[in-house]
Nanobody, 127 residues
């Protein structure tokens, strides 16, 4: 079973940058699509980015395209979310997630395809 721990959240001014990390434990990490989602109070969890197990394919949401980049280092069992040009509307709790086995990255926008979630890390962007 994979376990996930996010880090790197915090308070940043608009226009600033943060890099989130998601450290994974478990033997199957390297074979699974990984994703980042975010959630604000009263709203559904929103897809941010996903990356294939081999890191050769990735998707990002339209709302963050050109500003956020997802990457992974399978040797370190870690997934990253580099967030640049942050906006106040990016404020949310960010969650790392591991998809069920054999989930293609093209299906990785759907939170229902993920069966392992981290505890979340707060990102706050001030105007």
């Amino acid at each position: 079973q994979v376990q996930l721990v996010e880090s790197g959240g915090g308070l940043v001014q608009a226009g600033g940058s943060l890099r989130l990390s998601c450290a994974a434990s478990g033997r199957t990490f390297n074979s699974r699509t990984m994703g980042w989602f975010r959630q604000t109070p009263g709203k559904e969890r929103e897809f941010v980015a996903a990356i294939s197990w081999s890191a050769t394919s990735g998707y990002v949401a339209d709302s963050v395209r050109g500003r956020f980049t997802i990457s992974r280092d399978n040797a370190k069992n870690t997934v990253y979310l580099q967030m640049n040009s942050l906006k106040p509307e990016d404020t949310a709790v960010y969650y790392c997630a591991a998809a069920t086995s054999f989930t293609a990255v093209s299906a990785g926008t759907d939170p229902a395809r993920y069966n392992t979630w981290g505890q979340g890390t707060q990102v706050t962007v001030s105007s």
